[in-house]
Structures are given as C-alpha cells and as structure tokens.
C-alpha cells in the first residue's frame, strides 16, 4: 500500500478502496471512482513498479477489494497505520506518515519538470494552489530551476541578436552617389591653371 502512494501519488484511503474491476493493467492505469469532486474521480496512471504491485495483489484477492477489511473480503481496509507504526519500529526508520508518501510523490514528479495543471490533475485536484501544499522542491533543485533559467534567457538574448543581424543584412542602409565637386565652391587666380579651394 505504502509502496502505490509512493509510485501514484494516490491518497492512502483512495488505495484502501482499489476493486480488482477498476484495475486496467493491460492499458496502464486503475481508476477512482470515489472522492468528493470531479478532479478527485481520475483515471491514475500506472509505472511498472505500480503494475508489479497490483499484479501481486489482484492473485492474492479473494473478494472485490486489493486491500480488504481482516474480517470481510468484499469490505474495503479502514486504515493500516497501527501497521505502519510497527513497521517503522521494527525497520528503526524515522517517523512519517503514509500520507507524507504522497508528498514524496508530488516533489519527485514537480523536479521532474511536470508542471502545475498536470500535477492537479494527477494528484486530483480541482485548485492548482492546493498542488503547493504536496510540493516541496529541495535547494539543489531549486538551484538547477535557476540555471535553466539563465540558459533559457541567454538563447533567448542570442536569438533576438542572431534576428536582428539578419534583418539588417536585409535591409543595407542606403549609400548615397557621390556628388560631384561643385566648381562655385573653388575661385582664385588661374595664373596657374589651378583652382584654389576656400577654407
């Protein structure tokens, strides 16, 4: 369960209530008919570790859910955190919870460079600022954010130079003739059969 959080980015109790019949491995995705809003009931893609989890889990079914109740097969899981907790103790890892696995998913896949409206839609949201409370983007790549920036910004700039120097080879500026030296701007004496220019 922890690890379809970790690839889906899907709500634990969305997980809970996955049926065998709304698993389309052969297409690659499951869908979710539950939720409160439109955005909530989604087609979910699926990766292959996803695939790899649903497989195992839709051979061991025995009733309508992939995660049922201990005491009905056809009644979907409550909840598993007295579980986590257990394991957490056992594995001695920090502290979290299965919801921060959702988390994860949304700051792996916005440092990926899936934007904004896609991750609403995948995480099933209907507002974009709700996406701003799963994404936590760490320094390093926030620092790559800033580098791409420039790169794209100095292409920018080049482009505009490359365009401007071939618009301008287009376009030569206009040389005008020669004109010809006028004869009144010269007098003097042709006692030398020179004309004298006037300063």
Known sequence: MAGLILETGMRPEEVYRIKTENVFLD???????????KAAKRKI??????????????????????????????????????????????????????????????????????????????????????????VHPGESHRVEAVKKLSIANAARQIAEFEKKEKDSQKCPATVSATVPENPANFEGSKTEGKPQQIN
Request: hydrophobic share 40%; no cysteine.
């Open 45 to 134: 893609p699926l990766n292959s570790s996803a695939i790899d989890i649903l497989k195992k889990r839709i051979q061991d079914a025995e009733g309508t859910y992939l995660f049922p109740h201990r005491s009905d097969v056809n009644e979907p899981m409550l909840k598993a955190n007295n579980a986590h907790d257990r394991a957490l103790t056992k594995s001695g890892v920090k502290t979290f919870r299965l919801y921060d696995l959702r988390h994860t998913w949304a700051t792996r896949a916005a440092e990926a460079g899936i934007d904004v409206g896609t991750l609403a839609s995948l995480l099933g949201h209907s507002k974009l600022v709700m996406v701003m409370r799963y």
């Open 27 to 37: 297409q690659g995705y499951l869908y979710n008919p539950f939720g409160k809003t």
